[in-house]
Each structure stands twice: as C-alpha cells, then as structure tokens.
C-alpha cells in the first residue's frame, strides 16, 4: 500500500517561498513509470495541477505557475518537494501530493490527505 504525506509550514508570508516535501512510504519514486504530483484546491475553486516529477527526474510544469515553481526530489529519502516564489494571498489553497500511473495521464491512483496553506501577513 501506497502512502503519501504531505509537510510544511501552514502559514506563509506575502512574497516569501512556500516549501512542502511529500514523504512516499510503500513504493519508490524512482519506479518506472509513475509520476509525482503536486495539486492544489483553492478555498471555493476547483483542482488545479501544479506540476509533477517523473520516476526518471524529468519536471513538468503548468505554464501558469512555472515561472515561480521548482519540484524536486531526494531518491535517499524517498520523498519529492514544491518550491514555489513569491507567494500571494491567491496561493492560499489546500496542497496535495498524489501518484499518476503514467506521466501526464491523470490516472492518479494515491494521494496525500493534503496539508493548507495560508498566505497571509
């Protein structure tokens, strides 16, 4: 089984960098083919795909937050992490963290019961 563990700071400063790793317990991060996700649901809004982390490293980005947005990862620790600059009040969102069965696909088949957070002086 699966299990995916979102962490970070809950509150996060205007134009600072809002940082969460996801901790992956049960399957590597480097297994063929799975990507990692980042997604987000701003209060009242819809999912929105931030970005994700193929098994072989390779990022992928939405075209609207790739300017301020890095995924990584730690193979070692078996867990990937979202950088994301200059952060406003229209981040302020619940983050999850979730597998894709193939890059790209949507066929998220595991996901983090999801971390908020505020954006706010």
């Known amino acids: 089984q699966v299990q995916l563990q979102e962490s970070g700071p809950g509150l996060v400063k205007p134009s600072q960098t809002l940082s969460l790793t996801c901790a992956v317990s049960g399957g590597s991060i480097a297994t063929s083919m799975y990507a990692w996700t980042w997604i987000r649901q701003p209060p009242g809004k819809g999912l929105e795909w931030m970005g994700a982390i193929a098994y072989d490293g390779s990022t992928y980005y939405s075209p609207s937050l790739k300017s301020r947005t890095s995924i990584s990862r730690n193979t070692s620790k078996n867990q990937f992490s979202l950088h994301m600059n200059s952060v406003t009040p229209e981040d302020t969102a619940v983050y999850y963290c979730?597998?894709?069965?193939?890059?790209?696909?949507?066929?998220?088949?595991?996901w983090g019961q999801g971390t908020q957070v505020t954006v706010s002086s």
């Open positions: 979730a597998r894709d069965q193939v890059v790209l696909t949507t066929f998220y088949d595991y």
